[in-house]
């Protein structure tokens, strides 16, 4: 995790740019980290001279430091900000996570595709270079917000927050985050989102739950991507979603093929019933 390997800390190197809906250059720049504060001298001196050494009679003075609060504390705080900022605005929001290539972006972009007159989508992609998984979604007519976030390998609460700026939320039903392609840092870091949905594909293997539990146990749902493949790959279906139960049961789930719309019904009709909870209208079966 981030918290334990350090790239989550402040000071950690990479540099966040946040590029507003639309195409054009970034209108700002923001580190995604602050850098570190100079030292406050938080040391006790064995001498009156920093830096000499101490003498047999005299041995270096050590002081003990507990740190109480949660390194994750500010995150929390802003992603709870933030999550009171979406309800207020009854605006549905999705955090989108899984290993690279599991297929996120054409997901969503053909989640946009089939939702056009019954939702209206925006996204904020999170991407360590480029812009062209923003570029794809564009091409959909949706408005799209990119953060580029150098070596830092997840998001965080206050680069939604910042990102989100370039968005007319009034305008939108739904807001979906593509996070990181990553697994493990992700994880940790609550963006105030309403569903965190966790992407498997049917060519990465059925344990990817196993060897990742902790972001598969977070999930609120869990889809399995590429089904079309799933002969080709030897994918063991019954063995996957028997992981999934392991870790993820409390998930709700989906099997999907973006590319051939198996499955792409049922997740967007669940995104409009949750949508529609959300906005405090009837339920359509009522």
């Given at each position: 995790m981030c918290v334990e390997c350090g790239c989550g800390l402040p000071g950690a190197p990479g540099e966040v740019q946040i590029h507003p809906a639309g195409p054009g250059p970034a209108h700002s720049h923001h580190h995604g980290h602050p850098r570190p504060a100079p030292h406050g001298h938080e040391h006790d001196h064995a001498h009156d001279h920093p830096g000499a050494a101490p003498t047999k009679d005299q041995p270096r003075a050590e002081r003990t430091v507990g740190i109480q609060r949660s390194l994750l504390e500010k995150n929390d705080r802003i992603a709870e900000r933030n999550r009171g900022f979406f309800q207020a605005k009854r605006?549905?929001?999705?955090?989108?996570?899984?290993?690279?290539?599991?297929?996120?972006?054409?997901?969503?972009?053909?989640?946009?595709?089939?939702?056009?007159?019954?939702?209206?989508?925006?996204?904020?992609?999170?991407?360590?270079?480029?812009?062209?998984?923003?570029?794809?979604?564009?091409?959909?007519?949706?408005?799209?917000?990119?953060?580029?976030?150098?070596?830092?390998?997840?998001?965080?609460?206050?680069?939604?927050?910042?990102?989100?700026?370039?968005?007319?939320?009034?305008?939108?039903?739904?807001?979906?985050?593509?996070?990181?392609?990553?697994?493990?840092?992700?994880?940790?870091?609550?963006?105030?989102?309403?569903?965190?949905?966790?992407?498997?594909?049917?060519?990465?293997?059925?344990?990817?739950?196993?060897?990742?539990?902790?972001?598969?146990?977070?999930?609120?749902?869990?889809?399995?991507?590429?089904?079309?493949?799933?002969?080709?790959?030897?994918?063991?279906?019954?063995?996957?979603?028997?992981?999934?139960?392991?870790?993820?049961?409390?998930?709700?789930?989906?099997e999907v093929s973006s590319r051939t719309g198996e499955g792409m019904p049922d997740w967007c009709d669940y995104l409009v019933e949750r949508r529609r909870e959300l906005a405090g209208a009837p339920a359509a079966h009522s």
């Open positions: 605006l549905l929001v999705l955090n989108v996570l899984s290993s690279p290539g599991s297929g996120k972006t054409t997901l969503i972009q053909k989640t946009a595709e089939a939702l056009a007159g019954r939702l209206r989508l925006g996204v904020i992609v999170g991407d360590l270079a480029t812009e062209n998984d923003a570029n794809r979604l564009r091409s959909t007519g949706i408005p799209v917000v990119q953060i580029t976030t150098g070596s830092v390998c997840h998001l965080e609460a206050d680069m939604v927050a910042r990102a989100m700026t370039g968005l007319d939320l009034d305008a939108l039903d739904v807001l979906v985050i593509e996070n990181v392609g990553n697994l493990v840092c992700p994880a940790s870091y609550d963006l105030g989102e309403a569903l965190r949905v966790v992407l498997m594909s049917v060519t990465e293997g059925e344990d990817k739950p196993l060897k990742y539990p902790t972001m598969f146990h977070s999930a609120t749902v869990a889809v399995i991507t590429k089904t079309d493949l799933a002969e080709a790959a030897g994918f063991d279906r019954e063995q996957a979603i028997a992981n999934l139960g392991r870790i993820s049961h409390h998930a709700r789930r989906f």
